[in-house]
């Protein structure tokens, strides 16, 4: 039923008074003369007519509406999305690497290990990270440096140095020559030490590739031979180097025993596994982990999130035809 104009009125007059003047229920209650419940009742009836509309907005950067339809949509324990969707990626880059610097300051606590691999999306945490509990910092993959120079060990020491942790560092490439190479490699002191800390690790930050030219480190910096296997054997993605199908199902290929860093199954058992994640064309390998359950939270932009949101709304409305 439409309220009558003088009830328009009087609703405006309460929702002004309590949501512009922030007076109480019953201060407007003495005011006017009515009971504090039909104020309840009108300001309910407001809303139901649009006399009053609530918008929820933030003036961070980041998008609240995307970051909670991304969360509901994927079963995520995090997400935030950055309204960056036309910025350069190199701009791009460090936004969103502040964003999982603050996200980091949020939710590690002194009794967590926290886990860093290597991506060129995690980069800019390393500079914009200010705080932290004093925990253990572990390196999850082998060294692979960005062009200025940075590369995950003076990530894995900026972050601990932040909260006065101590930094478990080792010196290995990400991706062996050859099996027998990562091997050797896996048996030096260092690479063990940190190998046995990656059970222990509770929360991590990662990146995520898909298999193609300029979309994955690991993908470029390989021979065609040995990318056209892992692709024929399933590989859709990789998450720092743990390769993925396009389930999310970590993919056994000859590929996986050359790299030198954490798998799909020591992901699966860290309780918190966040990824930090760019670019469009990276929609089906992003969303891929997520649905596959090895990453649980992501930090990335508007216009990713709204192709994941698509994604995810495609995959629904064919489960209900198959239904059908």
């Not at 860290?270 to 990276?282: D, E, L, M, R």
């Not at 992501?298 to 239904?323: E, F, I, K, M, S």
């Amino acid at each position: 039923m439409v309220p009558k104009p003088t009830e328009l009125i009087l609703m405006a007059r309460i929702a002004r008074r309590y949501y512009i003047d922030d007076r109480s229920k019953t201060d407007i209650a003495d005011e006017l003369g009515i009971s504090r419940f039909r104020v309840a009742r009108l300001l309910e009836s407001a809303k139901r007519a649009g006399v009053v509309t609530v918008r929820i907005e933030s003036s961070s950067g980041v998008n609240t509406e995307l970051s909670l339809d991304l969360q509901r949509a994927y079963g995520l324990s995090h997400a935030v999305v950055v309204d960056a969707d036309d910025e350069h990626p190199e701009n791009l880059r460090r936004r969103l690497g502040e964003v999982a610097a603050d996200v980091l300051q949020e939710i590690v606590a002194p009794d967590d290990v926290l886990g860093l691999a290597w991506a060129r999306s995690l980069r800019g945490i390393g500079a914009a990270i200010k705080g932290l509990p004093p925990c253990p910092v572990v390196q999850l993959t082998g060294a692979l440096s960005g062009p200025d120079g940075s590369d995950v060990l003076d990530l894995v020491r900026r972050v601990a140095h932040a909260g006065g942790g101590t930094p478990h560092v080792f010196y290995a490439p990400l991706v062996a020559p050859d099996a027998a190479s990562a091997r050797a490699l896996r048996r030096q002191p260092d690479v063990a030490r940190a190998a046995e800390l990656v059970g222990r690790v509770t929360v991590a930050m990662v990146g995520i590739g898909a298999w193609q030219p300029g979309l994955s480190t690991i993908f470029d910096m390989l021979e065609p031979d040995a990318r056209e296997r892992a692709r024929s054997l399933g590989t859709a993605g990789e998450i720092s180097g743990a390769l993925i199908d396009a389930d999310g199902v970590p993919v056994s290929t000859p590929l996986a025993r050359r790299i030198i860093g954490v798998t799909g199954e020591q992901l699966n058992d860290i309780g918190t596994v966040i990824s930090v994640a760019y670019g469009q064309a990276k929609a089906a390998a992003v969303g891929a982990a997520l649905r596959g359950g090895l990453v649980t939270g992501l930090v990335t932009h508007d216009g990713l999130a709204r192709a994941l949101l698509a994604q995810a709304g495609d995959r629904v409305q064919a489960a209900d035809a198959h239904a059908d």
